[in-house]
């Protein structure tokens, strides 16, 4: 599993030769962390309104995504104080977090290549870690940006970073739901159904009553009993199947044989 640090630079998985390991580990972090910043910096193209209304209300505020730019560009928002005052500063990097979750919906449409949807995805990725390199102590939004970075990982797939990326959003906030329930969801696809339990059976100490929450632990609940009603019905009916063949078949053993069909000379 990689470990998510903070000034982690997201970018392209590259296979490492097998001669000279530790070299070639150094060369691919070099080009990594030459790289990936310059891709994760790219504007995604030709942003709809369409796409812009599914995003959070500070997504039209930020830098380099409408007609704003930071303070030093000389046309910040007028509503960028309010957002700063909210987020603290790390406004400033939050049109990184902005177009990831742009990505991430454009990697959904369908017609997608799956080379296209992962570069949506990885792109996602590297935004997510940009706002966390650069976010500022007391950043409200920390728990979020890790749990939508555990999405875009959950998505690649790559679970093993995504339940990485989750569990450090129950550390940045504990009583962040979504930070159980959507690693409840990888936990299930990988078969780690009692882990995904007693995750979810956590938060609900922490959040008692919480309706998300307990709408994925009876989810789960109510998926393993209804697969162990439709096994317990399928034994039961190939039992019942196996009783009546061997009823017939009994039958069909002791039963006298008839005396073959005479006919009649011609």
Known sequence: MNTIKPNAVAG?????????????????TGLLALVAPFAAAQVPANITPGE?????EYCVDVQATTRFTDPMGGN?????????AAMGETFWAMHHHCWALLR???????????PQREGQIRGAIGDYIYVLNNERPGFPLK???????????????????????????REAKADYWPA?????????????RKEAIELLEQGLSIMPGNPEI??????????????????????????????????????????PMGEPKRTSPK
């Open 12 to 28: 392209p998985c590259l296979s490492a030769p097998q001669a000279f390991p530790a070299l070639s580990r150094w060369l691919v």
């Open 52 to 56: 812009l209304a599914l995003l959070p």
């Open 76 to 84: 910040p928002s007028p509503r960028a104080p309010a957002w700063v």
């Open 104 to 114: 991430m919906h454009r990697s959904r449409q369908p017609g997608l290549s799956a």
């Open 143 to 169: 728990p979020e940006i890790f749990a939508r970075l555990g999405e875009a990982y959950a998505a690649l797939p790559a679970p093993g970073e995504a339940l990485e990326a989750y569990q450090k959003s």
């Open 180 to 192: 159980y329930t959507w690693a409840s969801d990888t936990l299930m696809v990988l078969g780690r």
């Open 214 to 255: 307990t709408r994925k632990l009876d989810q789960i609940k109510r998926g393993a009993s209804a697969k162990a009603t439709a096994v317990s019905k399928s034994s039961a009916r190939e039992a019942a199947a196996r009783r009546t063949s061997a009823s017939a078949s009994a039958s069909v053993s002791s039963a």
